[in-house]
């Protein structure tokens, strides 16, 4: 089985590039997230040509969204709403096989890293907290899942261009990085992608939009991951960053990230 996560900043923008990935890479279940548009706008009919037959979808007007598109059946379509919002940041499917499958898209969490000064950081601590809770408390009996998506964090130092420079920028904060840590103890995630990729290694996900040659710089940041808990770990066969999706005709500033699974 091949999962590839991805937030296409838009599914509307990115439905020639989702048929791209699905034609050169062949993936059984992709995630997206930040799809930006609610059902009535959503392209079922263009991803179902492409060969996903199974779609989830919570989505909203104009923010926010994610969907689990799939060539397999799906069962026990869900997802719960955190913070007291509903604003389509958890998708929740069962996979063939009786894996429990989460698609998030965490708050990124805005430009000031201090709760009291920011509420979308209060937002995205609130979240991780939240979610955390529910892990730890209802889904620790051994269970086959996978956790994926946005997660909006870099948690280690090779996950950023520059540890030092991003050390005080939302997203690679020590906050951030220890609720990140407490949220994969909940349920003993273990991160797939840094299974496969070793942890010394530089690995990114995510290139803004403002840099005049992304490539060039190369100043990324690993946001999007993908976590197995210990009944799935080894299964887990190969992992990669499709990088070269962040030049594409009309790119999502993320890269597709896929795993593997025996």
């Given at each position: ?7 296409v900043?838009?599914v509307?923008?990115?439905?020639d590039?989702?048929a ?15 799809v930006k ?10 991803l179902?040509?492409?060969?996903f037959?199974h779609?989830?979808l919570?989505g909203?007007k ?5 969907a689990v598109?799939?060539?397999l059946?799906?069962?026990?379509p ?5 913070c007291g919002?509903e604003?389509?940041?958890h998708a ?7 894996i ?9 969490g805005?430009d000031?890293?201090d ?6 950081f ?5 979240f991780?907290?939240e979610?955390?809770?529910w ?8 269970r086959k ?5 946005d997660?909006?964090?870099a ?13 005080n ?12 840590k ?6 003993k995630?273990?991160?797939?992608v ?18 005049a ?9 690993r946001l999007d991951?993908v ?5 799935l770990?080894?299964?887990v ?17 993320h ?5 593997d699974?025996?």
């Open positions: 089985m091949r999962i590839i996560s991805w937030n900043n838009s509307r923008l990115r439905v590039n989702l791209r990935l699905a034609s050169e890479w062949q993936p059984d279940v992709v995630c997206i997230q930040e548009a609610e059902a009535k706008d959503f392209p079922f009919e263009a179902k040509a492409i060969g037959e779609i989830h919570r909203m104009g923010y926010n969204g994610v598109l799939s060539r059946p799906l069962q026990k869900g997802g719960e709403n955190w919002k604003d389509s940041r929740m499917v069962r996979l063939p096989g009786g429990e499958l989460h698609n998030f898209y965490i708050p990124a805005g000031i890293p709760p009291d000064a920011n509420d979308k209060a937002h995205k601590l609130g991780l907290d979610a955390t809770t892990f730890a408390e209802g889904r620790r009996n051994g899942m996978i956790l994926l998506g997660l909006n964090i948690p280690l130092e090779t996950d950023v261009w520059s540890h030092k420079e991003l050390l920028v939302v997203s690679h904060t020590a906050i951030e990085v220890e609720k990140l407490q949220l994969q103890a909940s349920a995630w273990v991160d797939a840094r299974k496969i990729v070793p942890p010394a290694e530089r690995l990114y996900s995510w290139w803004s939009y403002r840099a040659d992304w490539s060039a710089s190369d100043r990324g940041r991951h976590w197995v808990t210990p009944a770990a080894g299964a066969t190969g992992a990669r960053v499709l990088k070269e999706a962040r030049g594409w005709k009309m790119p999502s500033d890269a597709p990230v896929i795993v699974f025996s």
